[in-house]
């Protein structure tokens, strides 16, 4: 079956630290691979997606290279800001499973203090 | 709509009673999901929808859950008979066609329910 490892939290980091959120994956044929943000009080957000192997998604600074020989998906940033603080999820969406739904990983947890 | 819309954003239930969540997807999008994602848990699947007919309801925790989705468009999520334990947040999204690779999943802000 399909699944996603997230690194546990929570991660506490000073404002302009660099950041790197480790995520790997398991799955049955070849998944599109996503990030998506969760705010404070708020829905998941759409933050990046690669849908191929060496493809790299970027958005608001953050950045994920699809590695397919090591299965990863890690996010990373060079300069977070206190508004980064949220909740991240890596998730994949496969084809082969019903309706293409997401599997998500745990979810890693970010404080920026300033 | 521009996005994803739920109602209610919060709603408070006696123990026991049954609630209706609403889910109006983005238009045009076929395929809706619903998620459950209770107090510091990850993201649980409940059930898919592919126009009017759900594929998938395997994520469906008991009996007492059901859901429908008519005219392709609005879905209505039922809890019977709720308990403290369905306290959560229930994640509507929705996508346009599934078997397309690379099609993002979007997801409305959800609604709170607590059971007292």
């Known amino acids: 079956g399909n699944s996603v490892t997230q690194m546990e939290g929570p991660v506490t980091l000073s404002e302009e630290a660099f950041l790197t959120i480790n995520c790997t994956y398991t799955a049955t044929g070849y998944p599109s691979l996503f990030w998506y943000v969760q705010y404070p009080g708020e829905g998941l957000q759409l933050l990046l997606k690669?849908?191929?192997?060496?493809d790299k998604g970027s958005n608001k600074g953050f950045e994920a290279t699809y590695r397919k020989e090591t299965t990863s998906f890690h996010l990373e940033k060079g300069s977070v800001q206190v508004s980064d603080s949220a909740v991240y999820f890596c998730a994949l969406r496969a084809q082969e499973t019903s309706g293409s739904r997401l599997t998500f990983g745990e979810g890693t947890q970010l404080t920026v203090n300033p | 709509g521009a996005g994803v819309s739920q109602s209610p954003s919060n709603k408070v239930t006696e123990k026991g009673k049954d609630v209706e969540l609403r889910c109006d997807p983005i238009s045009g999008h076929t395929a809706l999901y619903w998620y459950r994602q209770s107090l510091g848990q990850g993201l649980e699947f409940l059930i898919y929808?592919?126009?009017?007919?759900?594929?998938?309801k395997s994520g469906l925790p008991s009996d007492r859950f059901s859901a429908e989705r008519t005219g392709g468009s609005v879905s209505t999520l039922t809890i019977q008979r709720t308990q403290q334990e369905d306290s959560a947040v229930y994640l509507c999204?929705?996508?346009?066609?599934?078997?397309?690779?690379?099609?993002?999943?979007?997801f409305g802000e959800g609604s709170w329910l607590t059971v007292v």
């Open positions: 929808f592919q126009g009017n007919s759900a594929p998938d």
């Open positions: 999204a929705s996508s346009l066609d599934p078997g397309a690779r690379g099609n993002t999943i979007y």
């Open positions: 690669a849908t191929k192997a060496d």
